[in-house]
């Protein structure tokens, strides 16, 4: 099916942008004024294809709303829901709140209509078989004591913000915690393998410092025609695996900045593979208020930047780990930020055009 | 048993309907308990996963805002209001 619609989830709900003769508009505006935080689109999903929106109400909690008619009609699904925390053993005095607060990231599941991943804030992975009608924890995960060496980034707890499934064998999944490093799984879910050797934290203490599971590894990408390539924005630099997130080795910086949230995997060339710079750590905006994206074509031993048409002055717009997506050909891609800018380019990021609008903070970014 | 007046706020019913109810409870859980059975869906809107209520929703016993959001065992009152809002929150 192809991708023609741009979702965009933001503070204050979702927008469809669409394609028009001249150029890309926003088409439609779901949930006015409550906070989307992620989307999904399942094309195995009856004859239109089902989308997913996960929201963060704020006083109600994590829902979700599943439509099969290319939104003109949403109804409420199960939200994942985290079990009742035990009063005795290990788990009494965790820390980490026992709710779920954020659903952070979506992916298709297994090879059939319906079968869904959804990764949540504080960080657990929940598996679906029926179109989210009901959620499985990844039990496994939750309960692995390693998760109490887990900690929040930027936020209060950790959090799991990237899945990625293997083409090859769709029982294999690779995610990324932040900040708890990188899992997988070949088994569908049932066992999970702390993988990821070779990132550095160096704002961890000595000993902790090249621990895999502290590791902040802000974005994971895979790409798709090579599956065992993978892409990792961290904290501090880019990684590249060529190994199934087994093992990563450091990139050279796209800029002296080095830091950054997405990472994006170009589909069909494992050496190809773009980035959105920001000066850390205070400051969390572009180098000088300038915004530009980054892509390597060798691998990431050297980059590329790209302007043509980002804004060059007093442009304070941040680009969350999931502000940056790509279409499955690798030649569009969407960028949405913090201060609601939205920029398409058609020519593999080369240069960029702004969506007229002024959009609430961008969360997600997604072709459908 | 005392007979207890319970409603939700119109940006809860936005949601799920629900109107506004009397039932029959000793305490505050109780209460609420039976006031959802009308409206199962709303359940999780008002508590979370640990059955706490979740913290921008805000109870008031008739003008009395409940503190507590874990034990809700307050003894109720023939003719007690409770009413279940939400807590502001910011843009």
Aim: net charge negative.
């Amino acid at each position: 099916m192809k991708q023609k619609t741009l979702f965009v989830s933001t503070r204050k709900g979702l927008f469809a942008v669409e394609r028009e003769s001249s150029g890309w508009r926003v088409a439609s505006h779901h949930f006015h004024g409550e906070p989307v935080t992620q989307f999904l689109g399942d094309p195995r999903d009856g004859a239109q294809g089902a989308w997913y929106a996960a929201l963060r109400m704020g006083h109600f909690g994590v829902k979700l709303r599943k439509s099969t008619d290319r939104g003109a009609t949403w109804n409420e699904i199960a939200s994942p829901a985290l079990p009742e925390k035990p009063k005795t053993g290990i788990w009494a005095d965790d820390t980490t709140p026992w709710s779920v607060d954020m659903v952070w990231a979506f992916a298709l599941a297994g090879s059939q209509a319906g079968e869904l991943w959804a990764g949540t804030m504080p960080a657990a992975m929940f598996r679906s078989i029926d179109g989210g009608a009901s959620w499985q924890l990844c039990e496994s995960l939750w309960l692995n004591e390693k998760r109490l060496g887990w900690f929040g980034g930027g936020n209060d707890h950790p959090g799991l913000h990237s899945i990625v499934v293997d083409p090859r064998d769709p029982k294999h999944v690779t995610i990324a915690i932040s900040c708890g490093g990188v899992w997988t799984t070949h088994d569908d879910g049932a066992n999970w393998s702390l993988i990821g050797a070779g990132m550095h934290a160096p704002f961890m203490p000595e000993p902790e410092q090249f621990n895999p599971n502290t590791q902040d590894a802000h974005s994971l990408s895979l790409c798709a025609v090579a599956p065992d390539t993978m892409w990792v924005q961290h904290h501090q630099g880019c990684y590249r695996s060529t190994d199934s997130g087994e093992n990563f080795k450091r990139l050279n910086a796209p800029t002296p900045a080095d830091f950054g949230f997405p990472i994006i995997a170009d589909p069909n060339n494992p050496q190809r593979a773009w980035v959105v710079p920001a000066r850390a750590d205070k400051y969390r905006y572009a180098t000088d208020g300038a915004m530009h994206v980054a892509r390597t074509d060798d691998g990431g031993n050297t980059w590329q930047v790209f302007r043509n048409g980002l804004p060059q002055t007093h442009a304070y717009d941040l680009v969350y780990r999931h502000g940056l997506a790509i279409t499955n050909d690798g030649k569009t891609l969407a960028m949405g930020s913090t201060t609601g800018g939205l920029w398409i380019s058609e020519d593999a990021g080369e240069s960029w055009s702004a969506v007229d609008a002024r959009l609430p903070p961008v969360a997600a970014v997604c072709f459908a | 048993m005392p007979h207890i007046q319970v409603d939700f706020a119109a940006h809860l019913q936005r949601h799920v309907p629900c109107p506004k109810q009397t039932v029959s409870a000793t305490n505050l859980r109780d209460a609420l308990d039976a006031a959802l059975l009308a409206a199962p869906a709303l359940r999780h809107y008002v508590f979370d996963e640990q059955h706490h209520i979740r913290k921008h929703v805000a109870v008031f016993i008739n003008q009395t805002l409940v503190r507590d959001r874990i034990q809700l065992n307050v003894t109720l009152n023939e003719g007690d209001s409770i009413h279940v809002i939400q807590a502001l929150s910011g843009g």
